[in-house]
């Protein structure tokens, strides 16, 4: 779950800076799958980041998981990213890594037993269609391989919460299919799950309640 | 594990390459080591020469056998006054710090004045008491004790003969000083190529730091990660340092050996190149500690150093 309470976000300066996000109040319990829709520059993508924490609102009142992320310390806000998972528009995947290693970042860090690493990365590259690819490094894959190794480097950890900034824009139809499946599949399991997009064909194919932005403000909230 | 270490994507051996920061720690050590070498040798050649010559200071008394003036406040037994000189070697005899007082017998004095006398001939020369008193260490009576004298023997000349020692030791005193100083600089700008070697290893690896901090790696992880390898290349450079330094104190010790241990035959025998490791037992006890303490020294300057420069940096990161 997340709750945003009159949540404003500008880049840069946050008085003299173009605001991204206005006045933005949203409560969305624990589990289930929801748009996040807009036209570009609406805002998207800055909802996403303060949801995955990788942001700071500037105004208002922040609640994620039980956590009031405003008043929280450093290292509470740590912990909380790890139950948060996030596949960004750029994919973020480390060059020099190969596919095994940044799949398997975020249970290292988690310091968990290298077997059950092992075991949890082949699982999931199995699902996302990689399985033969693991020690390839993310510059030798194609744009939407690359898009499946970041998800599932999202979803390895099982995250309590998870946002998804256009996951499907570099994936042909079949795969974008599956990929939903998975998504709706791990909400009924409990994730709370944020997908922005701007491709209306896909939303009108997979309906789920939606969030809508635009120009910074919430114009719908059919959550 | 290992494994596990070295695939968090920070990729430290790139970030902070195993030459640069050794080299320039070895090399601050280095110098580190010559300064503190310098500060104590000349510490302890301070502490000889202080010592050796021994605080000593001659009192002359003119017309030692006439009566002294009286005190201000008149003794009750009015005896005949007391000499000159036997005011002076009562008053000695009770100041705190004085060893002795020695009173130089006529032939003495005679011995030491036999040049001047011989030449004018003059044998009936009125000649002063002399008196050789030795203080403790550190102490220097002249200057309470000749105001107390003079009120009641005027004319008595006091001379510290401890002028070249305190020379000296001043001496010594200002060496140390900028054996401190250095050290303190040296300390300053390792500190300094800590940090920039830090910062640039920050930057370039600023996007992995980026997205690690975003899955959950705290600050404390990613700042002790960047700071174990720091302090393993400090230590390292330190150990180089400090194992260059050796064989140049060695050869230094040498040099100086006639100045700092006279009449120790040991010390002054030429070194024996075939076996310089003989000749460390000469070097002093305190020069073998620093050498030994520069290490972790330099090892636990490269830690704090960089956990403060990475959690500065981290900062940054919402
Ligand atoms: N790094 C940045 N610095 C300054 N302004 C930014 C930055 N990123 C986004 N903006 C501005 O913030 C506003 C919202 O951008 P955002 O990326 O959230 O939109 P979006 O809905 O995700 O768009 P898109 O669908 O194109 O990804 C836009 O006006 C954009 O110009
Ligand atoms: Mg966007």
Sequence with gaps: MFRLHDVSYAYGDSRTGQAALSHVSLDVPQGGFRWLLGPSGAGKSSLLSILSLEARASAGMVEILGVPVMQARRGALARLRRRIGSVHQDFRLLADLNVFDNVALPLRLQHRAEAEISHEVHAIMKWVGLENRLDALPPQLSGGEQQRVAIARAVIYRPALLVADEPTNALDERQAARLLMMFHRLAELGTTIVVATHNDAIVRKYPAPAIELARGHLVRDYT | ???????????????????????????????????????????????????????????????????????????????????????????????????????????????????????????????????????????????????????????????????????????????????????????????????????????????????????????????????????????????????LALPMLLVMSQLAAPFSALGDPAATAPMDWHDPLSRIDALPHALLWVLLALPPAAGLTGWITTQMTVRAWLRRLP
């Design chain 2, 1 to 243: 594990m290992a494994r596990q270490r070295y695939h968090d994507g920070l990729a430290l051996r790139q970030a902070l390459p195993g030459r640069f920061l050794p080299f320039l720690v070895g090399a601050m050590s280095f110098l580190a080591a010559l300064a503190l070498a310098g500060g104590i040798a000349a510490h302890s050649l301070s502490q000889r020469w202080t010592h050796g010559a021994g605080t000593v200071t001659t009192m002359q008394v003119p017309a030692p056998d006439d009566p002294a003036s009286r005190p201000a406040t008149p003794a009750p037994s009015s005896g005949p006054p007391p000499t000159r000189i036997a005011v002076v070697l009562d008053l000695l005899a009770t100041t705190p710090g004085i060893v002795s007082a020695h009173r130089l017998t006529d032939a003495e004095l005679r011995a030491l004045l036999a040049p001047w006398i011989e030449q004018t001939g003059e044998q009936t020369l009125p000649l002063p008491a002399v008196i050789e008193v030795r203080a403790l260490p550190g102490h220097n009576p002249a200057p309470d004790l000749l105001a107390q004298l003079q009120a009641r023997v005027p004319g008595v000349v006091m001379e510290h003969d401890s002028v070249w020692s305190d020379r000296l030791a001043a001496l010594a005193g200002s060496l140390q000083g900028c054996a401190l100083l250095a050290v303190l600089i040296v300390m300053t700008v390792a500190v300094c190529v800590v940090m920039a070697a830090t910062r640039a290893g920050l930057q370039t690896r600023r996007q992995a730091i980026a997205l690690i901090h975003s899955l959950g790696a705290t600050d404390g992880y990613i700042s002790g990660r960047f700071a174990s390898r720091v302090t393993l290349l400090a230590l390292g450079g330190g150990l180089c340092g400090s194992v």
